[in-house]
């Protein structure tokens, strides 16, 4: 087994749960002098496959990501269906929601994660990999996000 | 006036509080297969000059490093008194605290946020520097910490 249960260590990216996105990208904006950047929404279920605790899930969300230096902000206004995104922006209120790390063999990853004790919450694919949230709050005090991008 | 307010955009730090920095640093070493790196306290009020929300307070807290690619992340673990640190931690829980950039001219810096209405809430000096919490919570969701350094 690695030692290093993801295999790296280079954050990629800060997810951050906002209620209002189109507001709070142009105040991001503003205060870093960038160009707001256009939000999307995530993908339906039919083409992201959502499952969240197990579940399939109608959840999306709206993105938007801001490059700042070596890694992504990413904020993230989810809709009403369950989420991880959801249920955190209930629970905590807006903040940081997640760190995001890009790995390789996503099921191996999960597998070895939920072995040593950290559960997969949420999962899906995006148009030309896919993701992971994992429930590492109790351990390591947030939320992760593995990344598994195709190679091209 | 500079058009991004700090001058860059690189996030240096992320603040992590936690109850207990032995425990949670044991299980990030383990997480990420990497040394325990020593947990310190910051500096004594005498030495810090630490002011939260305006006023001196004795306030202290337990830190511990890991190196994160091109960032690092921060665990800190605060004493009773109080401190944002303190209060984020009573109010919020466990989780990420801030996101820290390393700026020049602190006082410009810290004037200039709190002309466009982000409070200074915390400050104090440490060996080679100065930092600054600044209240961005309304509008960026986050905490922001500013790092001076002293030319060497």
Known sequence: ???NLLGNNVITQIGILVHDIE???????DFFGVEKPAWFWT???E?????????????RAKLAFFDMGSLQLELIEPDEHPSTWR???????????????????????VALLEQNGMPL???GEYTGG?????????????????????KK
Chains 1, 2 share one sequence.
């Open 1 to 3: 087994m690695d030692r």
């Open 23 to 29: 507001t709070v990208s142009q105040t991001y904006a």
């Open 43 to 45: 993908d339906t279920v």
């Open 47 to 59: 083409k992201a496959q959502t499952e969240y605790r197990g579940n399939r899930s109608e959840a």
């Open 87 to 109: 249920e955190s922006l209930d629970q905590n209120g807006e903040g940081v929601h997640h760190l995001a790390f890009v790995i390789e063999g996503m099921k191996e990853k």
């Open 121 to 123: 919450l949420q999962k």
């Open 130 to 150: 896919r993701y992971a949230y994992i429930d590492t709050l109790k351990p390591l005090k947030v939320i992760l996000e593995l990344l598994e991008n195709d």
